[in-house]
Every structure is written in C-alpha cells, then in structure tokens.
C-alpha cells in the first residue's frame, strides 16, 4: 500500500471534485489515496479517496477572521490536513513553530497532519539540504506524538518546476528522515516524495526505499492524470 495524496492548492470546484469522484469510483487500488482541496470544497463523499484541507488554525476558535480550525475541518468529514506546505511557509511566513502548533492542532481532532519539509534551491546549492530537512522534521513535528502522522519530502526547487530530484537524492533524503524520525521515536511514519510526480516518473519514485507514497500537486487535478498515478503507484 502507498498513499497517493493530491493537493489542489487553490484550484478547482465542487463540479471538478465530483467529477474526480465519479470518475475514480469504479477503480480497483490498494493504495490509500487522498485529496486535499480547498476549504470551500470539503464534505463531499467518496469510497475510494479521503479528503483534506491544505492549513489549519493554530486555534480551536474566536477572533480569528478567516481562519479554519481542525475541529470544524474534521466535521466536515476531513481525515488529513497538510501543514508547512512550503508555499504557506514562503506565503504566510510559516515557520517550524507555527507548523508544529498547526500538526498539534490537527491531531487534536483527530486529522492526520501531513507535515511538509523541504530545501530551497540555494540550500541545496550551499550543500545544506541534509541538515535543512533533519532540523524541519525535528522543529515541525509536535512532542509525543506515537502516530498518525505523515511526513512530506518536498524539495522547494521542484514544486511545479516539472525537474525531480535524482533517485539517490531522494533516498538519500527518505533514509536521513526516516533516521530523523527514529531517533524521535517515530519509527514506521510515512514518508511521502512530492514536487513534479506525473504518471511517467511514479513508478520509478514508489521504488526507492523509505518512500511510502506521494503527494501530488498539478497531476492531481484532472482524472486523466491523476488515475494512472493512483494505478502505478505500487
Ligand atoms: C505540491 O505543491 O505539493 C506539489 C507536489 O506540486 P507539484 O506536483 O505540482 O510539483
């Protein structure tokens, strides 16, 4: 099983979501695929895909004019809500410590946070990619937390840039996490690769070690794209 998570950022509507619905229904997968659309489009129903929300408050509720929290998140029927996305964090300014608040939050109500660590391209040219993502999955993951949470490999650089990493830069990312994360406590959390997955590179990707899945930005938005991923994601 590997997870297949869509992220549609801010794109989309309730029409287009039907359409993925209807159209995946009939598909036969042992992968746990996911769709994290925005706000205004949760509560829909699906027996193949689980929805999420794409940020959370760090708050429960109040004055906070335009804020979702994670409770209302989870009634809508959401399971999943990705944090520290790397545009919130160039965006919104959203550091570890806001991002950890947000994954607290989340797992709070019940949502599994898919915490999102990654290198801008001058990191990864000043040879820091390394330390860059150990000291994220250490500042951006929330005190005892035993499970339920996933991890997100996203280099900034590839994020809609149709480049990928190589395969050995991507493992070699997977095992430092995945090392991060044992020394944490957190053995068995998945690790997701996401930046430039389609449905030509998944195959290769789903195959290095310690990548249990993808998140899958511009290739989760239509059926066309996004079912030969869910298919040949194995
Ligand atoms: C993303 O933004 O989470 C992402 C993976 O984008 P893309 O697949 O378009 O690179």
New binding site residues.
């Given amino acids: 099983m590997k997870f297949v998570v869509g992220?549609w950022?801010m794109n989309g509507t309730r029409e287009k979501l039907r359409e993925m619905i209807n159209k995946t229904n009939g598909i036969k997968t042992e992968n746990k695929v996911v769709l994290c659309v925005p706000f205004t489009m949760l509560g829909e129903k699906s027996d193949i895909i689980a929805f999420g929300a794409q940020d959370v408050s760090t708050h429960d509720h109040g004055a906070y004019t335009g804020d979702v929290s994670a409770s209302m998140l989870a009634a809508t029927g959401a399971k999943y809500v990705?944090v520290g996305?790397?545009?919130r964090r160039m965006y919104h300014n959203e550091t570890n410590d806001i991002v950890r608040e947000k994954a607290a939050r989340a797992l709070e109500s019940g949502l599994t946070p898919i915490i999102?660590v990654g290198e801008t391209m001058d990191e990864k040219r000043a040879g820091k990619t390394l330390d860059v993502i150990t000291a994220m999955v250490r500042e951006s993951v929330p005190a005892d937390v035993h499970d339920k949470i996933i991890i997100?490999y996203?280099p900034r650089w590839?994020?809609?840039?149709g480049i990928t990493p190589t395969a050995e830069e991507i493992a070699t990312a997977h095992r430092v996490i995945a090392e991060t994360l044992s020394y944490m406590g957190l053995d068995g959390t998945p690790i997701l690769y996401?930046?430039?997955?389609n449905a030509t590179n998944v195959t290769d990707i789903v195959a290095i070690k310690n990548v249990d899945g993808v998140?899958?930005?511009?290739?989760?938005l239509k059926p066309d794209e996004f079912i030969p991923i869910i298919e040949s994601a194995r």
């Fill in positions: 992220n950022k990705i996305h790397s545009e999102c997100a996203e590839a994020i809609g840039a996401g930046a430039s997955v998140l899958v930005g511009c290739a989760s």
